[in-house]
């Protein structure tokens, strides 16, 4: 980039700083939400409260399988499209 096109652009500045720093903000979001060890603690608790009595069978079934489709969706993100 040659200093006058980087000088005409420098208006441009602040523009290129919000997006690097939404982009960031973006990234880390997704890691978060693609994070496979909260899906996993929930469905370990999950099992803990079916066996100390404190949920019935039908609750556990159906929390169950609402985490692993969770887990089924990070999964598939993790592997990528056309895997």
């Known amino acids: 980039m040659g200093l006058l096109t980087h000088l ?4 441009l500045a602040p523009v290129r700083g919000v997006a690097w720093v939404v982009e960031r903000v973006v990234d ?3 890691r978060e939400y693609y994070d496979p060890a909260p899906v ?14 404190e949920i ?3 609750t556990f079934d159906r929390r169950e399988d609402e985490l ?3 887990l089924d969706e990070i999964r ?3 592997r990528g499209p056309g895997v």
């Open 8 to 11: 005409a652009t420098l208006p």
């Open 28 to 30: 880390a979001a997704e």
């Open 56 to 58: 019935d069978e039908e």
């Open 76 to 78: 598939a993100h993790i």
């Open 40 to 53: 996993e603690r929930e469905l370990a608790e999950l099992e803990r409260k079916l066996l100390a009595g």
């Open 68 to 70: 692993l489709d969770r």
